[in-house]
T-cell receptor
Framework: DTGVSQDPRHKITKRGQNVTFRCDPISEHNRLYWYRQTLGQGPEFLTY????????KSRLLSDRFSAERPKGSFSTLEIQRTEQGDSAMYLC???????????FGPGTRLTVT | DAKTTQPTSMDCAEGRAANLPCNHS???????VYWYRQIHSQGPQYIIH???NNETNEMASLIITEDRKSSTLILPHATLRDTAVYYC????????????FGTGTKLQVIP
């Protein structure tokens, strides 16, 4: 299967710890997106990469959040000093050049205790 | 804020057509209508998109009104596996612009 993959699928951490999530987009998709989703809500945009350049960040992405996409391939999303309010599903999506449909991964469910 | 309005929930009998409406009265000429669905605990899945013509693929049909202010996603023969939250969003075609998902329509297919 060559879909978008995310790792880990589930993460439980204590408040104050740092966590890092990884997303591997579909091969040759140059656009990559991160979203956060809480129960009963639609996905909320966090950030967008075109190749290795981070072109847009939501105001939801506080200074505790950082995302990278070195070499324009996989991406990582790091949350420092986690808070209980960070508990959510973190979704990654990718899309190919010239297209706007996004292909989502299965998500990483974060629980902060 | 989301640029679309959808009913919160709908039911559909298994085997019947499911017609999911979406209002996007402020859509501009260079914005497409996209539909996604999200089955419980999975990532959203792209279904179909259109600009002004009706579109059909193996999953669904998309009917867009002539004034483009509303659209309907049609699942011709709903199955239990179509139970999901369906999101209608508008996407700018002139370059990247962040998309906003609303809360979607929870479709329950009933046996």
């Amino acid at each position: 299967d060559t879909g978008v993959s995310q790792d880990p699928r589930h993460k439980i951490t204590k408040r104050g710890q740092n966590v890092t999530f990884r997303c591997d987009p579909i091969s040759e998709h140059n656009r990559l997106y991160w979203y956060r989703q809480t129960l009963g809500q639609g996905p909320e945009f966090l950030t967008y990469f075109q190749n290795e350049a981070q072109l847009e960040k939501s105001r939801l992405l506080s200074d505790r959040f950082s995302a990278e996409r070195p070499k324009g391939s996989f991406s990582t999303l790091e949350i420092q000093r986690t808070e209980q309010g960070d508990s959510a599903m973190y979704l990654c999506a990718s899309s190919p050049q010239g297209h706007y449909e996004q292909y989502f991964g299965p998500g990483t469910r974060l629980t902060v205790t | 804020d989301a640029k679309t309005t959808q009913p919160t929930s709908m039911d559909c009998a298994e085997g019947r057509a499911a017609n999911l409406p979406c209002n996007h009265s402020t859509i501009s000429g260079n914005e497409y209508v996209y539909w996604y669905r999200q089955i419980h605990s999975q990532g959203p899945q792209y279904i179909i998109h259109g600009l002004k013509n009706n579109e059909t693929n193996e999953m669904a049909s998309l009917i867009i009104t002539e004034d483009r202010k509303s659209s309907t996603l049609i699942l011709p023969h709903a199955t239990l596996r179509d139970t999901a939250v369906y999101y209608c969003i508008v996407v700018f075609s002139g370059g990247y612009q962040k998309v906003t998902f609303g809360t979607g329509t929870k479709l329950q297919v009933i046996p």
